[in-house]
């Protein structure tokens, strides 16, 4: 560990942090925290949240006395422990996924999101990005780059499931609902429902693949859908803000629903073979997982961040 790095560490060693994982509770329990904890009005100046589908955590990084209602709610941990786990879970060692990339870009935008706030000072914002920087050198030195999730192992399974030419529904036009765009087997399709607010969006990231019949594609907005969604043989889900949207809706000539949005669109209702963030574990269903030692390596050298400080 060089001079910097310890530096940087220590001016850190105050920080605390309070946090629910998948690790602790189920991810039910997660998805409706944001619904349960109310922040707005007790954030102070250098806190971060991270609220994910599989996390809620709050990094207050200068220990300033921090003092919210819920807190008995949570998992503590504070000192070299808080920024340990913070490391950790950038290099996607706190992830069901091992070694996924999402987390580290999820954290980043909610930092950059706390920014905005003024949440956190320009002095706090850059020792947390040397955070970022640690853990990209550790991501880098141990080859803790997961290229599946969640979105490619829905594609997998749908290719797997898909017997003769069928029709598909995709929800959502993020990189999620993108990547398992481009994962399908073009060749299994009869036609792709794509839902999503912004249609332009979406009818961009098709005009950019080549040897694609347009012809494959209905769009719509996610007004009075779920006629097509019914008639779709199997549905992949990555939207955002909309849970619960479809959680009534009954399904019976689809085959198979993947949902990863979160909150979940979809419920056990389906009626169909149903895949969620909630109810699957889907580092069970990796090709090629991190291998072990490769993450007991990370670990070790992150332990070594703090064995001096």
């Not at 504070?78 to 990339?101: A, D, P, V």
């Not at 987390?103 to 905005?116: D, E, G, M, P, S």
Request: charged share 25%; aromatic share 12%.
């Amino acid at each position: 560990m060089n001079t910097s790095t310890n530096n940087i560490l220590k001016s850190l060693t105050k920080a605390e942090c309070y946090y629910l994982d998948h690790r602790l509770v189920s991810k039910s329990y997660i998805n409706r925290l944001p619904s349960l904890i109310k922040l707005e009005n007790e954030i102070r100046k250098n806190t971060l949240v991270l609220n994910t589908c599989l996390r809620y955590e709050v990094y207050n990084f200068f220990g300033d006395r921090f003092n919210f209602k819920d807190k008995e709610k949570f998992a503590y941990t504070s000192g070299s422990l808080c920024l340990r786990r913070f490391i950790s879970l950038l290099c996607g060692l706190q992830s069901e996924i091992i070694g996924e990339r999402e987390i580290f870009l999820q954290a980043r935008k909610a930092v950059y999101n706390a920014v905005q706030n003024r949440s956190l000072s320009k002095e706090c914002f850059w020792k947390i990005n040397s955070l970022f920087d640690i853990a990209e050198q550790i991501r880098n030195k141990h080859s803790l780059t997961q290229l599946e999730n969640y979105s490619t192992i829905g594609a997998d399974l749908l290719n797997r499931k898909i017997k003769s030419p069928a029709v598909i529904a995709i929800i959502g036009g993020g990189y999620m609902a993108e990547i398992f765009f481009k994962k399908v087997n073009m060749s299994k399709i009869k036609k792709i429902i794509w839902i999503n607010r912004s249609l332009d969006k979406v009818k961009k990231i098709v005009n950019d693949q080549n040897n694609i019949l347009k012809d494959f594609f209905e769009f719509y907005n996610f007004e009075n859908v779920e006629e097509k969604l019914r008639s779709a043989d199997f549905i992949f889900s990555a939207a955002h803000n909309c849970g619960g949207l479809f959680s009534s809706l009954r399904l019976e000539k689809t085959k198979c629903v993947i949902d990863i949005s979160y909150p979940a669109l979809f419920s056990d209702k389906v009626s169909c073979e149903f895949y969620s963030i909630n109810n699957t574990y889907f580092e069970n269903l990796l090709k090629n997982p991190v291998p072990k030692m490769s993450v007991l390596a990370a670990e070790k050298e992150i332990d070594a961040l703090f064995k001096f400080l």
